[in-house]
């Protein structure tokens, strides 16, 4: 059984950075070494002459993909609500809304108010069926950023989104590295104590720490669990805390969160 180890990370403990990207027309799974991506045909190219993908490897079967809402207390007062949620308010958004790192977000020309939201996504690795929170980092494969934009003007039910608010096609940049969770746990001391911050232009809008979470992410893993199988390649959006703005065409985006990476994307108008 496997549990986070409460080691401070240095300058020679590096985490094992997965990606997936294109290249020359081909699809390859690239790790990060020395500023560049090793390809797994033994190349080395720069970040800059490849499309990224999201840092998922395809699955036999679709893959589940379970987003939090108001699992922050700030953002929850944020947003008005008296008293944070007594147990995961959750749901599910289709993977045809990924997009990579660098990918460009389509804004409908019909809305007002479309945010960022900056979240840790944790990706299982084992098939769990009623796990034990105590055994819960057992079933992670690793970590990633997710940036799970939202479209206020469609907004009905804070606490179930309809599909227009968090279904959108390019409205998921996820990426650009899958972190080992066995290097998170021994760098980080897990998942629970990691810094999130969001950019807009360049200028911080955004900042907040996944021990904040209302629901940490061994409580969620238990609790999807007992009722419903999470498979390999399943991946936990977990929430986002308070800060967040609208975000207009031209607006480069920048979700970072400490030891995964810093995922980048830009707004674009969506033809009329």
């Known amino acids: 059984m496997t549990r986070p180890a409460a080691n401070t990370p240095t300058a020679t403990q590096k985490p094992t950075r997965h990606a ?6 081909h699809t390859f799974d690239a790790t990060e070494h020395d500023g560049q991506l090793l390809l797994a045909d033994g190349r080395l190219v720069a970040f800059d002459r490849v499309q990224w993908l999201p840092p998922l490897a395809p699955v036999a079967r679709p893959r589940t993909v379970i987003a939090l809402g108001l699992n922050y207390a700030d953002h929850a007062k944020e947003l008005a609500f008296k008293e944070p ?12 809304s990924f997009i990579g790192h660098q990918q460009l977000t389509v804004r409908p020309a019909d809305v007002a108010y479309m945010h960022y939201e900056c979240e840790l996504a944790v990706v299982i690795g084992r098939t769990a069926r009623r796990v034990n929170k105590e055994d819960a980092y057992d079933y992670v494969r690793g970590y990633t950023v997710a940036n799970d934009y939202a479209i206020r003007d469609y907004l009905e039910n804070w606490y179930r989104p309809n599909l227009r608010v968090k279904n959108r096609d390019t409205c998921t940049p996820i990426g650009p590295w899958l972190v080992d969770a066995v290097d998170v746990h021994a760098q980080y001391g897990g998942p629970m104590n ?5 950019t807009v232009n ?11 979470m209302i629901f ?5 893993i238990a609790y999807f669990s ?11 959006l977990t929430g986002t805390p308070d800060g967040v703005v609208d975000c207009q065409p031209g607006d480069v985006i920048v979700t970072e969160i400490e030891g995964l990476g810093a995922l980048t994307n830009t707004i674009t108008l ?3």
């Open 216 to 220: 940490d992410v061994p409580t969620l």
């Open 270 to 272: 969506a033809p009329r």
């Open 20 to 25: 997936r990207v294109q290249f020359e027309g």
């Open 226 to 236: 007992r009722f419903m199988t999470l498979n390999p390649g399943d991946v936990i």
């Open 202 to 212: 360049g200028k911080v809008t955004q900042s907040g720490n996944t021990r904040d």
């Open 85 to 96: 949620p007594k147990e995961p308010l959750a749901f599910v958004k289709g993977e045809a």
């Open 194 to 198: 990691l810094a999130l911050q969001t």
